[in-house]
């Protein structure tokens, strides 16, 4: 199975921050990856796949980057709503598999 | 408006089955697959498979294969997957999830399942 490393695992931040999560994988997966937001007991929502296409109704500070291993999540600049947990996920093959998740804390 | 929408919690004894209803709804039921995905409350996700709605085949992971039945109902634009022999390893939340368009990603998710396995 294809490995996804995500770091870092938390981040202390602030309102208004510039926030940047990196995923890393094991091979090559050109880019096939989504990155997804879940909140505290919620499901999880899709929020860019392609690595870079934003999907609908997902506001403009988050934007994805990267191909074939590397790949990162940024928020320009965070609002309150956004304080969640982050993960990664490759769908180049079966199985699936995800990130470990980057839980962003308030300061 | 797409919704995906599961049963409720479930409590069960090691040795015996849960079964996870999803019930879906504002898209075209058998054009998209429903993967299953879950995930042991404060951890990370682990993928199990999915189904093919439009045949109702199923493609489980090695180790859920030969525990997991899945059914497709098109009418009631219903997927139930059933877990067997549980153990209390297999306390997790229990999510569905739309497959896009073209099979890849996942789109929209189920509200999940918590199904706790204790003696």
């Known amino acids: 199975a294809i490995r996804v490393t995500q770091s870092p695992s938390s981040l202390s931040v602030s309102p208004g921050d510039r926030v940047t999560i990196t995923c890393r994988a094991s091979?090559?997966?050109?880019?096939?990856l989504a990155w997804y937001q879940q909140k505290s007991g919620k499901a999880p929502e899709l929020l860019v796949y392609?690595?870079?296409t934003l999907q609908s109704g997902v506001p403009s500070r988050f934007s994805g980057s990267g191909s074939s291993t590397d790949f990162t999540l940024t928020i320009s600049r965070l609002q309150s709503e956004d304080f969640a947990t982050y993960y990664c996920?490759?769908?180049?093959?079966?199985?699936?598999?995800f990130g470990q998740g980057t839980k962003l804390e308030i300061k | 408006q797409v919704q995906l929408v599961q049963s409720g919690a479930e409590v069960k004894r090691p040795g015996a089955s849960v079964k996870v209803s999803c019930k879906a709804s504002?898209?075209?039921?058998?054009?998209?697959?429903i993967g299953w995905v879950r995930q042991v409350p404060g951890q990370g996700f682990e993928w199990m498979g999915w189904?093919?709605?439009?045949?109702?085949?199923?493609h489980f992971e090695g180790m859920f294969q030969g525990r997991v039945t899945v059914n497709t109902d098109t009418s009631t634009r219903t997927v139930d997957m059933e877990l067997r022999s549980l153990t209390v390893d297999d306390t997790a939340i229990y999510y569905c999830?739309?497959?896009?368009?073209?099979?890849?990603?996942?789109?929209?998710w189920g509200q999940g399942t918590l199904a706790t396995v204790s003696s």
């Open positions: 996920q490759q769908y180049y093959n079966y199985p699936r598999t």
């Open positions: 091979q090559d997966i050109r880019s096939y």
């Open positions: 392609a690595a870079s």
């Open positions: 504002g898209y075209t039921f058998v054009g998209y697959g």
């Open positions: 189904v093919n709605t439009f045949s109702g085949d199923p």
């Open positions: 999830a739309r497959f896009d368009g073209t099979g890849s990603y996942l789109d929209y």
